[in-house]
């Protein structure tokens, strides 16, 4: 059996506008000002700095911040959301090969939700939020949950995102990352990010398909 664990927000799906609208519905209550969309998702998946102090100016998610990011999030999570061109398509193509699962630093309960809302949450087997596991990526924990949970051997096991977050949960798990660059991040070519779905098929054939 082998297994393509992939990261959800700017992976599978486009969910920019409203993580951008809450980090702003969140920072426009603290009192700070309203910051560009583009900014936020650029550096959403920065694994160098703080994302509290960065978006809140708080050292930790205070539970005022962690309150009003859940209502606002969890009342405008499917606004403008979107599956990415071609995702649709290579679930469909490797369904019958692969077990699928989500692992997201997002709350599980939000994903599924999305997920059905977009009526893909079919196409996997699991999905894991941050609320599942002790830590969140780039922690392994959530990887290491799903290949023992389907006894997938490491080698037989791969995680598509599109943050170092995931390659380096990844790496940490003894598995495959692949890094996509059509999510919410901006990589030069030397990381060796993948730019579309067609170039991401051709790997999965190449580790998969060709042994």
């Given at each position: ?22 980090v702003n519905y969140v920072r426009e209550n603290l009192g700070l000002e309203s910051l ?90 699991s999905i894991l939020g941050y609320n599942d596991v002790e830590k969140p990526k780039p ?36 598995i495959d990352g692949i890094l996509v660059n059509w999510g919410f991040s901006n990589y ?24």
């Open positions: 059996m082998n297994m393509i664990i992939f990261d959800m927000d700017g992976t599978v799906i486009n969910s920019g506008f409203a993580i951008a609208n809450t560009e969309k583009d900014f936020i998702l650029e550096n959403i998946n920065d694994i160098n700095i703080n994302s509290a102090e960065f978006f809140y100016n708080e050292k930790v998610f205070t539970p005022q911040i962690q309150e009003l990011f859940e209502d606002y999030y969890s009342k405008n999570c499917l606004v403008d959301l979107h599956i990415y061109d071609g995702i649709k398509k290579l679930l469909d193509n490797f369904k019958s090969d692969f077990k699928f699962c989500i692992a997201t630093n997002a709350n599980s309960n939000y994903a599924r939700k999305m997920l059905n809302h977009l009526e893909i949450d079919k196409y996997f087997s922690n392994p924990d959530m990887v290491n949950v799903l290949l023992d949970k389907y006894s997938i051997k490491k080698e037989n096991a791969q995680l598509v995102g599109d943050s170092t977050k995931d390659t380096i949960a990844a790496f940490n798990a003894g030069d070519n030397e990381k060796g990010a993948l730019n579309s779905v067609e170039e991401l098929e051709k790997k999965i054939i190449e580790k998969f398909y060709s042994r």
